[in-house]
């Protein structure tokens, strides 16, 4: 299975703060990667697919980056609704593997 | 719109059985897979398995063969996972999850509880 290793585990900032969250896969997944946003007590809501598309409807402040190995979500502008844990996923192969998540806090 | 509606929340005892639904609206049921994940309290996310809604037939990820079936009720658009032989480790939340490519469009999760 392919492992995907996320870092930081969790992040503090402020407001209007840019941050970034980074995920490395244990090979090469050729850009097949997502990004999760998931509010407490909530299910997960695609952000970003095939590394650098923005799904429909999340705000343009968030964006995604990487190939081969290494890959990052970019927050800019941070706002108080973007409180959450993010997760990278896989589909370059099967199983479909998750990242262990980074819990973003604010300052 | 496209929703995928799961049912409540379960309290369980270790052996006992759970089946789990998740109706599927706002689209054609059977041009999506229907994948199913587990996060347990305070984890990841993990996946289970999938099943081909046009076809039934389910696969399994390796560490979820043997207790746990996925099946379709397709005339209702309903996909279900069945938990045999509960154990205290089962105790997560469960989604089912639309996937074309990606998991675009998920349930809202049943919080599975086992306890004696």
């Known amino acids: 299975d392919i492992q995907m290793t996320q870092s930081p585990a969790s992040l503090s900032a402020s407001l209007g703060e840019t941050v970034t969250i980074e995920c490395l896969a244990s090979?090469?997944?050729?850009?097949?990667l997502a990004w999760y946003q998931q509010k407490p007590g909530k299910s997960p809501q695609l952000l970003i697919y095939?590394?650098?598309s923005l799904n429909d409807g999340v705000p343009s402040r968030f964006s995604g980056s990487g190939s081969g190995t290494q890959y990052s979500l970019k927050i800019n502008s941070l706002q108080s609704e973007d409180v959450s844990i993010y997760f990278c996923?896989?589909?370059?192969?099967?199983?479909?593997?998750f990242g262990g998540g980074t819990k973003l806090e604010l300052k | 719109q496209i929703q995928l509606v799961q049912s409540g929340p379960e309290l369980k005892k270790p052996g006992e059985s759970v089946k789990i639904s998740c109706k599927a609206s706002?689209?054609?049921?059977?041009?999506?897979?229907m994948h199913w994940v587990k996060q347990a309290p305070g984890k990841g996310l993990k996946w289970m398995g999938w099943?081909?809604?046009?076809?039934?037939?389910?696969t399994y990820a390796d560490d979820f063969k043997g207790r746990f079936v996925f099946s379709l009720e397709a005339s209702a658009s309903t996909a279900n996972l069945q938990i045999s032989n509960l154990k205290n480790e089962d105790t997560a939340t469960y989604f089912c999850?639309?996937?074309?490519?990606?998991?675009?469009?998920w349930g809202q999760g049943v919080m599975v509880t086992v306890s004696s």
């Open positions: 099943i081909n809604t046009y076809t039934g037939k389910p």
């Open positions: 706002g689209y054609t049921f059977t041009d999506y897979a």
């Open positions: 090979e090469d997944i050729y850009s097949n």
């Open positions: 095939y590394a650098n």
């Open positions: 996923q896989q589909n370059y192969d099967s199983p479909p593997t």
């Open positions: 999850a639309r996937v074309a490519d990606y998991f675009d469009y």
